[in-house]
Antibody, heavy 118, light 111 residues
Framework: QVQLVQSGSELKKPGASVKVSCKASGYTFTSDAMIWVRQAPGQGLEYMGWINTNTGTPTYAQGFTGRFVFSLDTSVSTAYLQISSLKAEDTAVYYC???????????WGQGTLVTVSS | QPVLTQSSSASASLGSSVKLTCTLSSGHSSYIIAWHQQQPGKAPRYLMKLEGSGTYNKGSGVPDRFSGSSSGADRYLTISNLQFEDEADFYCETWDTNTRVFGGGTKLAVV
């Protein structure tokens, strides 16, 4: 069965960096794109962008350029989200999700809470 | 780009039915959407893909109580025989070659 397992919660100071991992299993990793979604405390889902798992090409949504980087390690079927120069407003749960054959997100990771606080 | 509009909240009684609405913006009424459920403290879960024709395809393990329908720019999620476990936030999603958007979500209370 398809599973996306994300790394654990992180507590970081402003200005630091964080790298969140999303390990996929149960399907061919390079067959389906990986989507990243942010959910700030008490807020809705916000699309961050996606990465082509075949070519490694990332595409970032508006508002997620510059400090946000999507990457892959296909040898271990894992996608990564790195955020640099962290700010308090980056505090959120970050989700990876597989883009299914129809184009929608069809499987979600369990989420990674990133807390930015001094 | 498309915009999805959802009511912020809804409530219904245990054992009854509820119909949640997601409205596509002008010029995007033919778009396919997906519905996702997010129970408190949990990750979202994919429920179904829903076309403008009303045809829907559910994700693995989604109970028969969940169904979809469409009318014009409106996409509906109907939950019948409501259970307390159905109390959750429900999000619609749509996409095209350039972007992906989520609706603001509807918080469903089962009373």
């Amino acid at each position: 069965q398809v599973q996306l397992v994300q790394s654990g919660s992180e507590l970081k100071k402003p200005g630091a960096s964080v790298k969140v991992s999303c390990k996929a299993s149960g399907y061919t990793f390079t067959s389906d794109a990986m989507i990243w979604v942010r959910q700030a405390p008490g807020q809705g889902l916000e699309y961050m962008g996606w990465i082509n798992t075949n070519t490694g090409t990332p595409t970032y949504a508006q508002g997620f350029t510059g400090r946000f980087v999507f990457s892959l390690d296909t040898s271990v079927s894992t996608a990564y989200l790195q955020i640099s120069s962290l700010k308090a407003e980056d505090t959120a749960v970050y989700y990876c999700a597989r883009e299914g054959d129809s184009g929608n997100a069809d499987y979600w990771g369990q989420g990674t809470l990133v807390t930015v606080s001094s | 780009q498309p915009v999805l509009t959802q009511s912020s909240s809804a409530s219904a009684s245990l054992g009854s039915s509820v119909k949640l609405t997601c409205t596509l913006s002008s010029g995007h009424s033919s778009y396919i959407i997906a519905w996702h459920q997010q129970q408190p403290g949990k990750a979202p879960r994919y429920l179904m893909k829903l076309e403008g024709s009303g045809t829907y395809n559910k994700g693995s393990g989604v109970p028969d109580r969940f169904s979809g329908s469409s009318s014009g720019a409106d996409r509906y999620l109907t939950i019948s025989n409501l259970q307390f476990e159905d109390e959750a936030d429900f999000y619609c999603e749509t996409w095209d070659t350039n972007t992906r958007v989520f609706g603001g979500g509807t918080k469903l209370a089962v009373v």
